[in-house]
């Protein structure tokens, strides 16, 4: 299990929970590390005073920031003085639908354990795993680390607090940025697109979705431990133009999907087995979204 | 200004092809400090120290080594860590469709916004499917020779796009081992719970939530900019209450007479 990044408590009403704030997600990646090409010895990073070209220890470091040409220092210390009164606390202010929260906003996940094994705190802890399961609502609240401020979700996930630290409303950009959509598409063409959709709809299974990109980086690491070579391969050649006529493209997806499908063990829905022309077909699936 | 798109490419889902350009969606607003020397406050160089000379080595002799053993390093080259990213070219491939509804929150890594490319059509279409049918499509993109597992949905009318992470790499709530209380819990202390959550609902709305923390760390960067000193700091945490139904009754109390 990932170490606790954090330790405080979280406060509903006058309820406290001790807890510690424990990654929900695992660092997988394989990581490289520099090596002298020379002699195949790993580097270090070593700080250096670009004025005095003297190698710096941690205690004598700061953050700096340019205002106005001049360089500001601040310590831990001082940006500690800025922080709220209970910095230690996650503090609940409202509640709310998980639903009415956009996926965008959610950032780095979490899971809040209670940070010691009393009667009060396992007891206290849950009660707001039970409460927050009944009710089915998330927890919006705020708490500090790492001298940074974070708006966090709370929620029952698994029999366990969930907390996901979300971005701030500023930090997420306005679709207006977009080009303008000028097109309208046709009604009988979204219906279509929509029988598509269900036709390749499935459950959402999370487990069978691999990483590729690790196994395959893998694959590269043990065969150049045995000496062989690997040299990248060229990207597939697609055709990627578009459908000249998206109808056509749409039909003739689910007429294939249809046939794909029924090798299955899925049952195939009534609109994908006509082989039918464009009227049929754009018929059919008007009914079909329709009930 | 027009924003500055970082990926141009194709969704496709079927014989469907959508031409697109992706943009991030969002951007960190947190101030960014740089490292400095305080005594002087200049900046901080990053050296590389080789470990076997204790001499200075420039990035041109830098090579990147997995360790598959303790000081055992298999070397890579830039060009056999692209062989990694696999072979496929611009495409967001939609292998399937899904309830968007049905993922949770916690696979969701990270969000850029599609925006059509040459043609508005098929763009829109899609955009309308998605948004009608309720659902999010699976499919894979490879992007700065990393491939990425995303869902393609709809959001305010245009297309998002979201990374997610892997299954393997969520924790279960029940790694944590959480121990069950020996006391089990009240239907009494559950329904009061259930009252203050009650009292506290209140519909999400963005932009109410500020980061007013950021506002202060700007407001001490300019007062010490101007010379001033800070403020010294004040802690004051919350007391842990020790019996679970007079501080439920408390909060309710407490909640009550402040509506």
């Given amino acids: ?291 | 200004m027009a924003p500055r798109s970082i990926w141009n490419g194709t969704i496709t889902f079927g014989l469907v092809k959508v031409p697109i350009k992706l943009y991030s969606a969002t951007e960190s607003r947190t101030i960014r400090f740089r490292q400095v020397h305080i005594k002087d406050g200049a900046p901080l160089e990053h050296r590389r120290i080789c470990t076997a000379e204790d001499v200075e080595v420039e990035y041109s002799e830098i090579v990147k080594g997995y360790e598959v053993n303790e000081d055992e390093y298999v070397v890579l080259t830039p060009d056999e860590v692209k062989a990694a990213a696999g072979d496929r070219g611009k495409v967001v491939e939609i292998e399937e469709f899904v309830d968007a509804a049905e993922i949770d929150p916690i696979y969701f890594e990270k969000t850029y916004f599609a925006g059509f490319r040459d043609d508005p059509e098929p763009y829109a279409l899609l955009e309308r499917a998605l948004e009608r049918s309720g659902k999010a499509g699976i499919g894979r993109f490879t992007f700065h020779n990393r491939e990425y597992l995303v869902a393609v949905r709809s959001r305010l009318g245009v297309i998002a796009v979201h990374t997610l992470r892997f299954e393997d790499e969520i924790v279960r709530g029940g790694d944590l081992n959480i121990s069950k209380p020996k006391k089990p819990l009240s239907k009494k202390e559950v329904s009061m719970a259930g009252s203050l959550i009650e009292g506290l609902r209140d519909p999400f709305r963005p932009e109410n939530h500020h980061d007013e923390h950021r506002e202060q760390v700007r407001e001490l960067i300019d007062a010490r900019a101007r010379g001033e000193k800070p403020k010294k700091p004040r802690k004051k945490d919350r007391e842990n209450v020790p019996d679970l139904t007079s501080a439920l009754e408390a909060s309710i109390e407490a909640q009550q007479g402040g509506s």
């Avoid at chain 1, 097109?183 to 009988?188: K, S």
Wanted: net charge neutral; glycine share 4%.
């Fill in chain 1, 1 to 291: 299990m990932p170490r606790a990044k954090w330790k405080g408590t979280i406060g509903f009403g006058l309820v406290n929970v001790p807890v510690e704030l424990i990654p929900a997600a695992r660092d997988l990646d394989y990581h490289f590390r520099e090596l002298h090409e020379k002699d195949s010895a790993p580097v270090r990073r070593h700080r250096f005073c670009s004025k005095e070209n003297k190698e710096v220890s941690w205690d004598e470091i700061g953050r700096g920031i340019e205002v106005d040409g001049k360089m500001v220092v601040l310590t831990d210390a001082d940006l500690e003085s800025v922080q709220p009164e209970r910095n230690q606390t996650i503090e609940i202010e409202s509640f709310t639908d998980i639903d009415e929260i956009d996926p965008i906003y959610f950032d780095q996940p979490y899971f809040l354990a209670p940070a010691n094994r009393s009667a009060g705190t396992l007891r206290a802890y849950r009660l707001l795993v039970t409460a927050m399961a009944e009710s089915e609502q998330v927890a919006l609240g705020r708490f500090v680390m790492h001298t940074k401020e974070y708006l966090a979700a709370v929620r029952e996930r698994e029999g366990a607090l969930a907390l996901s630290t979300m971005r701030f409303p500023d930090e997420v950009r306005s679709v207006d940025m977009l080009p303008e959509i000028d097109a309208e598409p046709d009604p009988a063409a979204i219906d279509d697109a929509v029988a598509v959709i269900d036709e390749l709809s499935t459950e959402w299974e999370p487990a069978k979705y691999e990483d590729h990109y690790r196994l395959r980086l893998r694959k590269v690491i043990d065969s150049r431990r045995k000496g062989r070579t690997v040299t990248a391969p060229e990207p597939r050649e697609e055709d990627l133009s578009p459908a000249p006529d998206l109808m056509a493209a749409l039909r003739k997806t689910l007429e294939s999907s249809g046939k794909k499908r029924s090798s299955s063990k899925r049952k195939r829905s009534p609109a994908s087995k006509k082989p039918a022309g464009a009227k049929q077909a754009a018929k059919k699936s008007t009914k079909k979204t329709a009930g």
